[in-house]
């Protein structure tokens, strides 16, 4: 077994479950990560302890809520190298996204930037507000700066993610965004799916925004961040108002509070965030290093054991990923849904089949969907072993029978 999922298995216990088929093998960590211990003591030390609204009384537990609360958006900013203020907590990547597309200054005449291999949630939002401009990735789903160079003209934002969740592919960020500040174009940054395995430093990137959801970084669902430079966030029109969003009210108007209050209508996900933090400390305890460097032996595990699988075939680039495969079935008759049943039901392997809401994407390739594998700092080089065989040995019978 690797040496750090050894060391931090025993924290996360939905891994301890066995099923009749086996021990737990989680392989689905893009759609939603594992939760260690010390997340779920610091959601349930919220609940059982001092809870309480925040920022709205006086009393003993609202105070401890709200320190806390205010502490924990305090550890987010500094896990992106972010200030205090420059982090809007909100539901999710999804919901970030949303207020961005739709308070932007986007057009269909000042289009947004957005690669065809966006997840839908990159991707729906612009297309909504008429300001949708594709770009074509390569075959190994990157975007090229000069496609990029290309488009700019006339556009008014480019919209990335740092991490393809179908192929795992990294984008070349930084060479992306220095072209679009270049033409000056407004920069958002998906990181989703590379909060969880890439080092994320907001000053370093210079970005105009950046998005990711708490559950895809072993934090609890329904918490999600917005970093933005702080002029940037004062000039987006708020979704919603009302509590927590105001200074003053009468009866002919009212005066909005500084960001980020302003952009976080009613009472927060108070449990969400302080268990967020708790997830991103758990992160900095393990070392960003030693996960970062654990993260990119399973994707080399992933590409060298599902590159030459008999009836299928690997997306994404062979090297300069996250622990992200996807695999294309080439045989006919052969279904990527019945294959992630049989790997569950069979043998506790936990994987995902389907489009990955990624549409576009996939119409582009001419696929109805594949058979997807991600790991995350619990799966050990053993996991991606056994998934591989399991699945070599279903294809072998599948594709011979096919024939």
Not at 102 to 108: E, I, K, M
Not at 182 to 211: E, M, W, Y
Not at 373 to 400: C, I, K, M, P, W
Request: some cysteine; hydrophobic content about 45%.
């Amino acid at each position: 077994m690797s040496s750090l999922a050894e060391r931090v298995r025993p924290d996360f216990p939905q891994l301890a479950r066995r099923f009749e088929a086996g021990p737990l093998v989680y392989l689905d960590s893009a759609a939603t990560t594992l939760k260690p211990q010390a997340v779920l003591d610091a959601v349930v030390g919220y609940y059982s302890g001092y809870s309480a609204n925040v920022h709205r009384g006086k009393h003993r537990l609202s105070e401890e809520a709200s320190e806390a609360f205010d502490r924990a958006r305090a550890d987010i900013a500094a896990f992106i190298n972010a200030d205090p203020d420059e982090v809007v907590l909100v539901r999710n990547t999804t919901e970030a996204l949303n207020l961005l597309a739709d308070t932007l200054p986007v057009s269909a005449e000042r289009r947004a930037l957005v690669a065809t291999s966006e997840h839908h949630s990159n991707l729906v939002p612009w297309q909504r507000r008429g300001a949708l401009q594709l770009l074509e990735v390569d075959e190994e789903g990157l975007l090229a700066r000069q496609t990029v160079q290309q488009a700019a003209e006339g556009a008014a934002v480019l919209s990335v993610a740092h991490v393809s969740n179908v192929t795992g592919a990294v984008q070349p960020l930084a060479e992306l965004l220095e072209v679009a500040r270049a033409a000056g174009l407004i920069t958002v940054v998906d990181a989703a799916q590379s909060v969880a395995h890439l080092p994320i430093d907001v000053r370093a990137l210079d970005c105009d925004f950046l998005a990711f959801s708490g559950h895809k970084v072993l934090g609890p669902t329904g918490i999600g961040v917005l970093y933005g430079k702080r002029e940037r966030l004062a000039a987006l029109r708020p979704a919603q108002v009302g509590g927590g969003t105001v200074l003053t009210v009468t009866a002919t108007g009212h005066t909005l509070k500084e960001v980020p209050y302003r952009l976080e209508a009613g009472t927060p996900h108070i449990a969400g965030a302080i268990g967020l933090a708790a997830a991103l400390r758990y992160l900095r305890d393990v070392g960003f290093e030693a996960v970062a460097q654990h993260d990119a032996l399973l994707a080399r595990t992933l590409t060298a054991e599902l590159a030459d699988l008999p009836g299928a075939r690997l997306l994404g680039p062979k090297a300069g990923r996250a622990p992200i495969a996807s695999i294309a079935l080439t045989s006919p008759g052969v279904s990527a849904d019945h294959l992630a049943m049989v790997l569950s039901d069979t043998h506790a392997i936990m994987t995902r089949s389907g489009t990955h809401c990624a549409h576009p994407y996939f119409q582009s390739l001419g696929l109805p969907g594949t058979l997807r594998a991600s790991a995350a700092l619990y799966n050990s080089t053993a996991d991606v072993h056994a998934f591989a065989a399991q699945l070599r040995s279903l294809l072998e019978r599948l594709v011979g029978r096919a024939r």
